[in-house]
């Protein structure tokens, strides 16, 4: 993801990462990490911004499809106006979704004030905390449910910050 995130950064595709991924940006250790079987990137729904995003992840070697399947570029104007979620998957099983919508924000709300992660020397924008909590409250999956739960109990266990 690390590739992505440098070939983005180079373009100037505005993205920011949500979900999962982003939250285990905040853990202090590896075992406060949880397992997530994509990675969730925020983008701008503009068509030039998703263009210029997809274009990079083909030049990767990804994929692109729908959540309900198959994508040909010729739907994407109006995948955009519905900010419909993109799925890139690469045939190692590298996966990432391309949301243009997330529960409770808009692009711009995260945006404004995402922190930047820098790893291996790659600035990653992350979505601050108190809203990707936030997002899986309001989004109320059952899935996100039990996630929350379980970070409620985790947080409680965890001794405070030196």
Not at 98 to 122: M, N
């Amino acid at each position: 993801y690390q590739a992505v995130i440098r070939a983005f950064n180079r373009v100037g595709v505005r993205y920011v990462v949500v979900g999962m991924a982003g939250i285990n940006y905040y853990a202090r250790q590896p075992s406060e990490a949880f397992a997530t079987m994509d990675y969730d990137l925020f983008l701008e729904p503009m068509l030039n911004n998703v263009e210029k995003a997809l274009r990079r992840l083909e030049r990767l070697g990804f994929s692109i499809g729908t959540t309900q399947g198959a994508f040909t570029p010729d739907e994407l104007r109006q995948i955009v106006r519905d900010q419909r979620t993109l799925v890139a998957t690469t045939p190692d099983g590298l996966t990432g979704e391309l949301l243009l919508a997330v529960s409770g924000f808009t692009f711009a709300t995260f945006a404004k004030d995402a922190a930047t992660v820098t790893v291996r020397g790659t600035p990653i924008k992350v979505g601050r905390l108190t809203k990707l909590l936030k997002s899986k409250q309001v989004a109320n999956r059952p899935k996100d449910r039990a996630f929350l739960r379980r970070y409620k109990l985790m947080l409680q266990e965890m001794p405070p910050p030196q």
